[in-house]
C-alpha cells in the first residue's frame, strides 16, 4: 500500500511562506513526478511527505492513516538522493544490506531480500564490488538496491539522475519507468526537467512558487494546459505564445501553437517569415521563424530533414483545433 494525502500541507521558513497550504492525492502505485523551475519548492513537499521537515499546519495522511507527526523512519517509505550516499569499503551486497542490518532482520530474509533487488537493477554480478569500481548509474542502482530491500510503501527520490551524464540519464530513465511497473509500489519523483516528467509519469504535478499550477496525467497537460505558465513549461520544444493584435483576432490576450502544430509551405499560409537560425537534427528540422506576430521567433518543427536556407521565406499554417487561448490572467478560455 501507498496512498498518500496531504491536506491543507503548508510550509513556512520563518517568516518566508515556502508551500502555501496545499492539497495533493497520490493513489497506490501510481508514479507521481512533481516538476518546476528550480526553487518553486519541489524537495521541500517531498521532504515533508518523508518527514524530513515538520509542516508548518495540515495534515499528511498515509494510507490513511495520520502520519504528520511521524519521525522519518516510522513513515515507511523510502528516499533515493541525488548523491548516492554509499559506504565506499563496503560492497554493494553490504550497502544494500545496511538498513536491513540495521533493523537486525534475519540473515536468511535479507539474502532473499538483497538476490531479488540484484535481479530487479541488474546487478546481480556486482554484489562483491566496491561503490569505487561501479559506473555513476550503477552506483544509483546501488543505491536504490538500498531503498528497495525496505519494501516501502513509496519510493521517494529527488533529482536521481542529476548528477549522471546526458546518456546515462535516459538510460537510468527507463530503468526506473521499468523498475515501477516491476514493484508497481508508489514513487515520487522530483525534477526540475519536465522531459523526465512527461517521460516516467502517471501524473505530473506541475509547481511554481509552491503552488500547484496542474495535476494530471502527461498527455492531459499537453493537450489541455490550464494556463501559459503550464503552456510554456510543458512540451519540447516549447509552446510558442503569443500576444498582440494576432490573438485579439482570437478573442484571447494570448494563444498558443505548439511547434508540431503548424504547417510550413513554401507557397502560401496564414502567417508568413524568415527563417532564423535552423536545427537539423535527421529525425526532425527545427526552424526559429521571424514574423511580425512577436519580437520571439515562432519555432516550428518539420519531421525529417527539411532543405531550408537563413533567410528563406516561409508560410505557416496553425492547426486551428491544436490552437490554444488564454485571457488576461493566463488562464485557459474554455
Ligand atoms: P526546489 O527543490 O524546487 O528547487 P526547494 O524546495 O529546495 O526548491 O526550495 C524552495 C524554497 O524554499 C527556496 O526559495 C529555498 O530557498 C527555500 N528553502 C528551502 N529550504 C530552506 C531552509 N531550510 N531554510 C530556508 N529556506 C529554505
Ligand atoms: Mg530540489
Redesign the pocket.
Known amino acids: 500500500m501507498g496512498q498518500i494525502t496531504l491536506k491543507q500541507v503548508r510550509k513556512a521558513?520563518?517568516d518566508?511562506e515556502?508551500i502555501p497550504p496545499l492539497d495533493l492525492q497520490i493513489d497506490d502505485g501510481e508514479f507521481v513526478v512533481f516538476v518546476?523551475?528550480?526553487?518553486?519548492?519541489?524537495?521541500?513537499?517531498l521532504?515533508l511527505i518523508a518527514g524530513l521537515?515538520d509542516t508548518s499546519s495540515g495534515v499528511i495522511e498515509i494510507d490513511g492513516k495520520d502520519a504528520t507527526g511521524l519521525p522519518p523512519a516510522k513513515r515507511s517509505l523510502a528516499m533515493v538522493f541525488q548523491s548516492y550516499a554509499l559506504y565506499p569499503h563496503m560492497t554493494v551486497r553490504k550497502n544494500i544490506a545496511f538498513p536491513m542490518k540495521m533493523a537486525k532482520m534475519p540473515q536468511e530474509e535479507q539474502d532473499k531480500r538483497i538476490a531479488s533487488a540484484a535481479a530487479a537493477l541488474n546487478l546481480t554480478d556486482y554484489l562483491d564490488r566496491r561503490p569505487g569500481q561501479l559506473s555513476g548509474g550503477q552506483r544509483q542502482r546501488v543505491a536504490i538496491g538500498r531503498a528497495i530491500v525496505r519494501e516501502p510503501a513509496a519510493f521517494l527520490f529527488?533529482e536521481p539522475l542529476s548528477n549522471l551524464d546526458a546518456a546515462l540519464r535516459v538510460g537510468m530513465r527507463l530503468e526506473i519507468s521499468e523498475l515501477h511497473k516491476k514493484l508497481a509500489t508508489t514513487m515520487i519523483y522530483?525534477t526540475?526537467d519536465q522531459v523526465e516528467a512527461m517521460t516516467m509519469a502517471d501524473k505530473i504535478v506541475v509547481?511554481r512558487a509552491?503552488h500547484i499550477e496542474q495535476v494530471g496525467s502527461p498527455m492531459e497537460l499537453y493537450r489541455n494546459p490550464r494556463n501559459t505558465f503550464v503552456a510554456g513549461f510543458i512540451g519540447s520544444p516549447k509552446m510558442n505564445l503569443i500576444t498582440g493584435a494576432e490573438a485579439a483576432k482570437h478573442n484571447a490576450k494570448t494563444i498558443g501553437i505548439r511547434p508540431e502544430h503548424l504547417m510550413i509551405s513554401r507557397e502560401s499560409g496564414t502567417w508568413t517569415g524568415k527563417v532564423g537560425v535552423a536545427e537539423h537534427l535527421g529525425s526532425d528540422t527545427f526552424m526559429h521563424v521571424h514574423s511580425d506576430l512577436s519580437d520571439e521567433p515562432l519555432t516550428v518543427r518539420a519531421t525529417g530533414e527539411f532543405e531550408i536556407k537563413y533567410g528563406d521565406t516561409i508560410h505557416l499554417s496553425p492547426d486551428m483545433d491544436k490552437l490554444h487561448k488564454f485571457d488576461a490572467q493566463g488562464l485557459r478560455i474554455a
Not at 518546476?36 to 513537499?45: A, E, R, V, W
Open positions: 521558513f520563518g518566508v515556502v518546476g523551475p528550480s526553487g518553486c519548492g519541489k524537495s521541500t513537499l521532504r521537515e529527488d522530483v526540475h509547481l509552491g
